[in-house]
């Protein structure tokens, strides 16, 4: 009879059941921080392809800039379709600089959300004459040889990548470092190094044509 009350005071021990609830909620939050870590990185990925990568080209010439008119020859406006291919809208210009045909996204020349050919056309016409930022020594392909002529380009773009990586990427490595705290808390470390890594993937596979081009 002892021995019974014994066995059955051991399953139903209180400290026990408190181990097994704390191991239980944290392996929940090292799920919960590994799975905000994979949903950010699609931000990051999307962050790094698209503003990051010309950024970091754009610095690399940046000292080579100088003062020029971008005589506007056309202007062109694609429709995108986000919903079912996640294309985006595009406008930029095309024209001529010292008789070089160039290519300028017109950056803050545009004001407002612009929807159509004709909302683009309101703003930039066809002859215009627009002071900008020139170096003929950027590779065309990057389409970076053209910028909008800010008071300090160089400031402009730092301050560029700074807000990229608070707004990005500090989210995401935060929630890779919760998941990787819980997970050894838990003592589920190759989960959260599964979630972890699973998370670099898309943003790994963004870089490549940012390190592509730098080559």
Same mark, same amino acid.
């Given at each position: 009879?002892?021995?019974?009350?014994?066995?059955?005071?051991?399953?139903?021990?209180?400290?026990?059941?408190?181990?097994?609830?704390?191991?239980?909620?944290?392996?929940?939050?090292?799920?919960?921080?590994?799975?905000?870590?994979?949903?950010?990185?699609?931000?990051?990925?999307?962050?790094?392809?698209?503003?990051?990568?010309?950024?970091?080209?754009?610095?690399?010439?940046?000292?080579?800039?100088?003062?020029?008119?971008?005589?506007?020859?056309?202007?062109?406006?694609?429709?995108?379709?986000?919903?079912?291919?996640?294309?985006?809208?595009?406008?930029?210009?095309? %024209?001529?600089?010292?008789?070089?045909?160039?290519?300028?996204?017109?950056?803050?020349?545009?004001?407002?959300?612009? /929807?159509?050919?004709?909302?683009?056309?309101? /703003?930039?016409?066809? %002859?215009?004459?627009?002071?900008?930022?020139?170096?003929?020594?950027?590779?065309?392909?990057?389409?970076?040889?053209?910028?909008?002529?800010?008071?300090?380009?160089? /400031?402009?773009?730092?301050?560029?990548?700074?807000?990229?990586?608070?707004?990005?990427?500090?989210?995401?490595?935060?929630?890779?470092?919760?998941?990787?705290?819980?997970?050894?808390?838990?003592?589920?470390?190759?989960?959260?190094?599964?979630?972890?890594? %699973?998370?670099?993937?898309?943003?790994?596979?963004?870089?490549?044509?940012?390190?592509?081009?730098?080559?």
């Amino acid at each position: 009879m002892n021995q019974s009350k014994i066995k059955k005071t051991e399953k139903t021990d209180p400290s026990n059941n408190e181990l097994a609830n704390n191991v239980t909620f944290m392996s929940g939050l090292v799920a919960i921080c590994g799975t905000a870590a994979i949903l950010l990185s699609f931000w990051v990925a999307i962050c790094t392809g698209g503003l990051l990568g010309k950024n970091i080209y754009t610095l690399l010439y940046v000292d080579g800039f100088e003062p020029a008119t971008f005589t506007v020859e056309k202007v062109s406006f694609i429709k995108g379709n986000n919903a079912s291919n996640r294309t985006y809208d595009k406008y930029w210009a095309d %024209g001529d600089i010292n008789g070089s045909k160039e290519k300028f996204g017109l950056g803050n020349y545009i004001s407002g959300v612009i /929807q159509s050919q004709e909302d683009l056309e309101k /703003q930039v016409s066809v %002859g215009q004459k627009l002071p900008v930022l020139y170096n003929p020594e950027a590779p065309s392909h990057l389409e970076i040889r053209v910028q909008f002529p800010e008071k300090d380009l160089k /400031q402009t773009l730092k301050r560029r990548q700074e807000k990229i990586f608070n707004t990005a990427y500090l989210p995401w490595l935060s929630a890779i470092g919760l998941c990787l705290f819980f997970g050894i808390i838990a003592r589920k470390i190759k989960m959260a190094i599964g979630f972890s890594i %699973g998370s670099m993937f898309f943003v790994v596979f963004a870089w490549i044509p940012t390190l592509l081009n730098l080559l």
